[in-house]
């Protein structure tokens, strides 16, 4: 299914077949569809505002709860002279003590909050469309500015609807399990194209105690495909870095 904004009449003329979407919500114009199997939301805008040039990029996996999380980002990017490509810096892929002092992980922390708080928002807003859609298998919920993805598989979307959601409904989110995380983190990255990343982050996260059946290769399957082009290539080249391990109470 399209994006909302992408639906146009027959006439090729600019009104929409649903002119009053933005007066409704989504579950709300969805049940007078039926049999809807495959659903991608679009919304109109990234959830989190960041300063100019800053990467911030993120793709979680929920059933009832959240189940995986990955979040990729970067003080800076920047297209790298021709001329300067394939010069490395020299680096011990360690994270260097200064991270810890001069506020750079107090920012991931900002980020890592901020994108879950993204990814628990959109999971609530999934809850009445799935009571509505009882055909549905494969739910995405995306952004127009490629910010964050929110997917459940066809397993996860059968928990979803078998177990009670977690849910605040004064904040409009669902609750976010006490988490596992583990942090890696390049001071410069070079990408594909002459592209480099500067503060380069990828943080895993996944539910402290899990009892789910996925295994550790279909966790890094997730991590490794969560993103395109050269961020995937960020993804390849950073998980191979020494990891830092956090842990992060449910909120």
């Not at 199997?37 to 109109?44: A, D, G, H, K, M």
């Not at 800076?76 to 003590?97: A, H």
């Amino acid at each position: 299914m399209k994006p909302f904004h992408n639906i146009c009449n027959s006439n090729h003329t600019n009104k929409t077949c649903l002119p009053q979407v933005s007066q409704h919500t989504v579950d709300q114009v969805l049940k007078n569809f039926h049999n809807i199997q495959n659903l991608w939301i679009e919304l109109p805008a990234a959830d989190l505002c960041t300063e100019d040039g800053v990467v911030l990029k993120w793709k979680a996996e929920f059933g009832s709860t959240l189940q995986n999380c990955i979040i990729l980002g970067g003080n800076r990017i920047d297209l790298k002279p021709v001329t300067e490509q394939g010069l490395m810096l020299e680096d011990n892929r360690s994270i260097p003590e200064s991270f810890h002092t001069n506020g750079e992980l107090k920012l991931r922390v900002v980020w890592i909050i901020s994108s879950l708080i993204a990814a628990s928002t959109r999971h609530y807003l999934l809850e009445p469309i799935i009571r509505v859609q009882p055909t549905l298998k494969t739910p995405v919920v995306t952004d127009v500015d490629g910010q964050g993805t929110l997917c459940t598989s066809s397993e996860q979307l059968r928990e979803f609807k078998e177990k009670p959601l977690a849910a605040s409904a004064p904040l409009q989110r669902t609750q976010v399990p006490a988490s596992n995380m583990n942090l890696r983190y390049a001071p410069y990255l070079e990408l594909p194209e002459g592209i480099e990343l500067q503060g380069a982050t990828l943080v895993a996260i996944k539910p402290s105690g899990d009892g789910s059946s996925t295994s550790k290769e279909e966790v890094e399957a997730f991590v490794c495909e969560a993103f395109d082009g050269p961020f995937e290539a960020a993804v390849k080249t950073l998980v191979k870095r020494r990891t830092h391990v956090l842990e992060l109470n449910g909120f």
